[in-house]
């Protein structure tokens, strides 16, 4: 008994002292802080984070190897508190969300009766699954499975339903889809994607130039989260409030509602959110990547500017916008008349870009009071010419420039931006038949003319406006002078008394398609008018270009913008990009510019990432009614109902012309649901065909 | 030579550790989800297994027998198993930390283990000499290790099986392993 004590009092001695003298003499340096780190992971050994197991990823965090937030499942507060051990400050990471692509799930056609192994993968095995469209959600929930926080659930439509709140953006659905339809990624990231043939749009999605998800964002209206859908419009757009008052929507002409109803009110939908938000008093808050520490100069604060500058702002970068008017907006403000976009929700508009963190410096002029060399100087590393197009064309007239009563619509407007008096007389004409001219004529009736005329030289099919500023214009007495090409000026003394102007019939088609006028020879005709407006086209002012040898290597085009990239936006300076009115295709509308803004900061954010800026092969290049996926522009729906889209609330005509007061008005929540409830969330190839259960 | 041949063959397929004896099924279903962890928790099991066996052999035969202290054998193996597993790691991860990073978060998991405890014993008990004991030991591990790695080719599969809701998880790990367990039978005859 006593033997047997001693053996095993003596085998633990032995081996406690062995083991003691191993850790000394084996002795490896560990960082205490290795252990505390440790501490604050939640210990799963999940392996989310890449290292194999809390342990390994806390050495890594303390090797510096890893950030502080390398942990996926535990979430910010493990970040903070990993930080606090490392006396790092963590900044609010930014999370990451699983997102749902396809549309479709269990509305897209089959091509065959499954009854196998109720997996996805198993089913994707057999061509790509049962589906029709080849990209579509196969429905049977493997992603749902493989959730270990219970962040999604099956909804009704066969699809995964994601709940953000419980998403840790581990990436184990996205690991598992076979399709490919869950992409989980940081909002920030997600500021970098353009549309691609792989993508999965809808027609009206594919055909914004600023690639808003649109049926998204109605769904979130349908469902009454106006919160969720303002934000999704603006991780592609900042300009809500205006861009719903001002955009001529192009989306809606691809709208599929079409082929059975009208299309949906989109743009209608986009400023009713807008304006909710604004209604609230306070911008919602946007995510921020962490600085990086790069300085960009954006020369100019139009709809490209302030939208590079918003994109390169939420990617981290720190940004200063040069603007040479007074006030931020660029055309938005200069250009568009209070009436259509009031100043103080434009101001309201900017004022939550800026918010951000980015700095301004008003009544600067580039190539006057600052130029390339003093940019360089002050350490910005990259520079967006988003210059705008503030000179107009030519109508070609003698004397157009002497006679006084003669001027160009953008002159003619930004008076009235800039506050100066605008001295006018009784009649009025304009020539052009883009939305320019009928903000001039609009304008002007509100000045007090009582006569106004548009003089376009073809007919009202081929005007380039929206039809919904042509109707307005004529509700407001305006006169349309079609088929008329202006030919000379009379002036008495040097002032403008008459426009004489030729009679024209329309011939055959150009290369843009549209019909090309000819005229009638000796029909001239005089108009007696007191001012003439010119808004036939707009071009970009360049002249900084000759200002000093370091700029004077950006090249011109010969419809004198700026030549660049068409996919990058770079000029033949590397550091220097082109956006908006000034990039190669010259001025746009608004939603364009938008657009090109984010695509101008795309690049600079690959640029200093050492990434390339070229886009994949596969990149979608839509233009007017051309470059849809294809399939996508299907031409037959059964069973929709008719139901007609809302109508456009306006002011009263006979009120509206004596005030500068906005005139189109915002719809009311019960309209909005009803129209947010016609969209049939097309995809690409399938659309709900329980939409009309929904709208019955 | 050919009877440490036949040891081997014995040790790795007929009486296989895990499905023959039925020992160390705690990692045999804990960590056979995945191939890559269970290569890992095999070359550590060979690893520790080897060295446990030797050692254990040593103090059984020139410590216990000779102190006719052969009932203190459970007691006395199980803390020189731990002590050894301690040791083990303190001087990998100074001397080799290849090796360390390798096996590194298997090693505190083995000290636990019946299937090492279980060699060591039936080592003595089948009255080994130390080259046989050696053999066994390794052998034996080896066996563990291919049978982890056979049920984590299962498991993987398995994922993506329909499998009744109620046999889900760990039950289909059972019911794996015991017709494994059927099939390794199959190598009776062999010697």
């Known amino acids: ?696 | 030579m050919s009877d440490y041949l036949l040891m081997a063959i014995s040790a790795i397929f007929i009486n296989n550790i895990l499905l023959a004896q039925y020992l160390g099924n705690c990692p045999f279903l804990g960590v056979s989800k995945k191939m890559d962890t269970a290569t890992g928790m095999g070359m550590a099991v060979i690893f520790v297994l080897t060295l446990a066996g030797v050692i254990t052999w040593i103090i059984d035969v020139y410590l216990l027998c000779p102190m006719d202290l052969v009932y203190l054998r459970t007691i006395v193996f199980i803390l020189v198993i731990a002590a050894l597993v301690q040791f083990v790691e303190i001087f990998l991860k100074k001397m080799v930390p290849a090796l360390y990073a390798g096996l590194g978060i298997f090693l505190p998991l083995i000290t636990t283990n019946c299937a090492v405890f279980g060699v060591a014993v039936i080592n003595v008990r089948e009255g080994f000499n130390f080259m046989e004991a050696l053999v066994f030991s390794f052998t034996s591990a080896v066996g563990f290790a291919l049978a982890l790695v056979l049920m984590a080719g299962l498991r993987e599969r398995m994922a993506t099986a329909r499998i009744p809701q109620v046999l889900e998880g760990t039950a289909i790990g059972l019911v794996t392993a015991g017709f494994m367990s059927l099939a390794f039978l199959g190598f009776m005859g062999m010697v």
């Open chain 1, 1 to 696: 008994m006593l033997s047997a004590l001693l053996f095993l009092l003596a085998l633990g001695v032995i081996s406690g002292i062995l083991l003691g003298i191993a850790s000394k003499a084996f002795y490896v340096y560990e960082d205490p802080r290795i252990e505390q780190v440790e501490n604050c992971l939640p210990g799963a050994n999940c392996g989310g984070c890449g290292y194999a197991g809390c342990g390994a990823a806390a050495g890594a965090v303390v090797g510096g190897k890893a950030e502080p937030d390398v942990c996926i499942a535990g979430g910010n507060d493990v970040a903070q508190a990993v930080a606090a051990v490392m006396g790092m400050v963590v900044e609010m990471a930014e999370p990451q969300f699983a997102l749902q692509t396809c549309a479709g799930g269990i509305r897209a056609e089959t091509k065959f009766n499954y009854l196998g192994i109720n997996d996805c993968r198993a089913l994707a095995l057999l061509y790509r699954g049962d589906k029709e469209c080849e990209k579509a959600c196969l429905g049977l929930g493997t992603c749902f499975r493989n959730c270990k926080f219970g962040a999604i659930t099956m909804g009704t439509q066969g699809l995964p339903i994601f709940h953000s709140e419980f998403c840790t953006g581990c990436g184990k659905c996205e690991e598992v889809c076979p399709n490919g339809t869950i992409k989980v990624q940081r909002s920030t990231e997600r500021i970098l994607e353009f549309n691609t043939y792989s993508d999965r749009l809808a027609p009206c999605q594919q055909t914004c130039p600023a690639e808003i998800d649109i049926p998204k964002y109605i769904d979130h209206i349908k469902n009454g989260r106006y919160e969720q859908a303002v934000l999704t419009i603006k991780e592609r757009n900042p300009f809500i409030l205006s861009c719903g008052r001002v955009c001529p929507h192009p989306c809606e002409e691809m709208c599929r509602r079409t082929l059975g109803d009208d299309p949906v009110s989109i743009n209608q939908l986009k400023r009713f959110v807008a304006d909710y938000e604004m209604n609230t008093g306070r911008h919602l808050q946007i995510p921020i990547g962490s600085d990086t520490g790069h300085k960009i100069a954006v020369i100019g604060a139009g709809p490209a500017g302030l939208s590079s500058a918003y994109f390169l702002r939420r990617l981290g970068h720190s940004v200063t916008i040069y603007e040479m008017q007074p006030k931020l907006g660029g055309m938005l403000y200069y250009g568009i008349p209070e009436y259509r976009l009031p100043k103080k929700i434009l101001g309201w508009e900017i004022q939550g870009i800026l918010d951000l963190g980015i700095d301004v410096r008003t009544n600067v002029k580039f190539g006057v009071d600052f130029d390339l060399e003093s940019l360089v100087a002050s350490g910005y590393e990259a520079v967006i010419l988003a210059v705008g197009a503030w000179k107009y064309s030519s109508a070609r007239l003698d004397r157009e420039d002497e006679t006084i009563g003669v001027e160009g619509g953008t002159i003619y407007l930004e008076r009235q931006g800039l506050g100066i008096p605008n001295p006018i007389g009784k009649t009025v004409g304009v020539i052009g038949g883009g939305n320019t001219a009928m903000d001039a004529a609009r304008s002007s009736v509100r000045l007090g003319a009582e006569k106004v005329y548009i003089i376009y030289r073809r007919t009202e099919k081929e005007m380039p406006a929206n039809p919904e500023e042509i109707e307005a214009a004529k509700e407001e007495g305006i006169e349309f002078l079609f088929l008329a090409a202006p030919n000379n000026i009379i002036d008495k003394d040097g002032r403008l008394t008459h426009l004489e102007y030729l009679k024209m019939k329309l011939g055959e088609p150009d290369d843009s398609g549209r019909r090309r006028p000819i005229p009638i020879e000796g029909s001239e005709t005089r108009l007696p008018l007191d001012n003439l407006v010119l808004a036939i086209g707009q071009y970009s002012d360049l002249s900084f270009v000759d200002s000093n040898r370091r700029i004077s290597g950006v090249e011109k085009t010969k419809w004198n913008s700026i030549k660049c990239d068409e996919d990058t936006n770079q000029t033949s300076i590397p550091y220097v990009f082109a956006a908006g009115d000034a990039f190669i295709d010259g001025p746009g509308i608004a939603v364009e510019a938008i657009g090109n803004g984010r695509q101008a900061a795309r690049s600079i954010h690959l640029l200093f990432s050492d990434e390339s800026m070229k886009f994949s092969k596969d990149k979608l290049r839509v233009k007017g009614n051309k470059g849809h996926i294809p399939g996508t522009i299907f031409d037959k729906i059964e069973g929709i109902d008719k139901k007609g889209r809302i109508s456009l609330p306006q002011m009263d005509p006979k009120v509206r012309i004596h005030s500068v007061d906005e005139v189109d008005l915002t719809i009311s929540e019960e309209e909005a649901l009803k129209e947010a409830n016609r969209c049939m969330n097309c995809c690409l190839t399938c659309y709900d065909k329980d939409a009309k259960k929904v709208n019955a």
